[in-house]
Nanobody
Framework: QVQLVESGGGLVQTGGSLRLSCAAS????????MGWFRQSPEKEREFVAA???????RYADSVKGRFTISRDNAKNTVYLQMNSLKPEDTAVYYC???????????????????WGQGTQVTVSS
């Protein structure tokens, strides 16, 4: 079992930056693939970025070149650095994890079995 707790959300102006953190409990964090998703009102939860336990990454087209996912296994933490933020990035951001193979990077919510409670990111225009 892994418990995930996000932090770092907040209000930022267009063009600004935020760094989200997701702290994981458990001694097997280093063997988990991790992802970030987001959900805004009346929309389905959408994939943002993922990183496998081997360090491979994948991004949604909408955030490529602006967001960077990384992990620090010594701190049991995964990060999402968000730069050049836009109003359309406004959403609740969720951290997710799975203990599957690092060969396949899951990009749907069904591919993850552990979830955090979410952190609100609001980008003002």
């Amino acid at each position: 079992q892994v418990q995930l707790v996000e932090s770092g959300g907040g209000l930022v102006q267009t063009g600004g930056s935020l760094r989200l953190s997701c702290a994981a409990s458990g001694r097997t964090f280093s063997s988990y693939n991790m992802g970030w998703f987001r959900q805004s009102p009346e929309k389905e939860r959408e994939f943002v970025a993922a990183i496998t336990w081997t360090g491979s990454t994948r991004y949604a087209d909408s955030v490529k070149g602006r967001f960077t996912i990384s992990r620090d296994n010594a701190k049991n933490t995964v990060y999402l650095q968000m730069n050049s933020l836009k109003p359309e990035d406004t959403a609740v951001y969720y951290c997710a994890g799975n203990d599957g193979s690092p060969v396949f990077i899951a990009t749907t919510a069904r591919g993850y079995n552990y979830w955090g409670q979410g952190t609100q990111v609001t980008v003002s225009s």
